[in-house]
């Protein structure tokens, strides 16, 4: 529970604007999403 709370909040407070939004679905907690966001701006820059 708490860790959903910390996602929540940061997602609330703006923190992970910049993730895309394809980067927070199929995805766990919000430091998947983030993990899964550098995937994908790491594949499009290869």
Do not use: Y
Request: net charge negative.
């Amino acid at each position: 529970l708490a860790e959903t709370v910390r996602s929540f909040r940061e997602i609330l407070d703006g923190k992970h604007d910049a993730l895309p939004e394809q980067a927070f679905l199929m995805v766990g907690d919000v430091d998947m999403a983030v993990a899964k966001a550098e995937q994908l701006t790491g594949a499009a820059a290869a």
